[in-house]
């Protein structure tokens, strides 16, 4: 059984910052591409952020220059830093991870908020 559990969310003013950080655990032979998603109220799941296993990243546009994600291989771990957040920037964020384990499957965390206040 592969877990991810995120964390590092929580309420913070327009223009701060938070660090989300997701851990993956169970039986995993390799961790392919690891990546952060959105979801706000009302609104599709979108993705924010990915990073392949050689460290090659895509952002969101909305999110360029302001969020930076990033991994340890060795710790199974992959961040995200959000700077100069905007209350748009509100949503539940999503780990997911594709992973090698008993089997080959992408696996999804719970969820942890984000709010932004204005």
């Known amino acids: 059984q592969v877990l991810l559990v995120e964390s590092g969310g929580g309420l913070v003013q327009a223009g701060g910052s938070l660090r989300l950080s997701c851990a993956a655990s169970?039986?995993?032979?390799?961790?392919?591409?690891m990546g952060w998603y959105r979801q706000a109220p009302g609104k599709q799941r979108e993705m924010v952020a990915t990073?392949?296993?050689?460290?090659?990243?895509i952002y969101a546009d909305s999110v360029k220059g302001r969020f930076t994600i990033s991994r340890d291989p060795a710790k199974k771990m992959v961040y995200l830093q959000l700077n100069s957040l905007k209350p748009e920037d509100t949503a539940v964020y999503y780990c997911?991870?594709?992973?090698?384990?008993?089997?080959?499957?992408?696996?999804w965390g719970q969820g942890t908020q984000v709010t932004v206040s204005s």
């Open positions: 990073i392949t296993g050689g460290g090659s990243a």
């Open positions: 997911k991870a594709q992973i090698v384990g008993i089997s080959r499957s992408n696996y």
């Open positions: 169970g039986i995993i032979f390799g961790i392919n591409t």
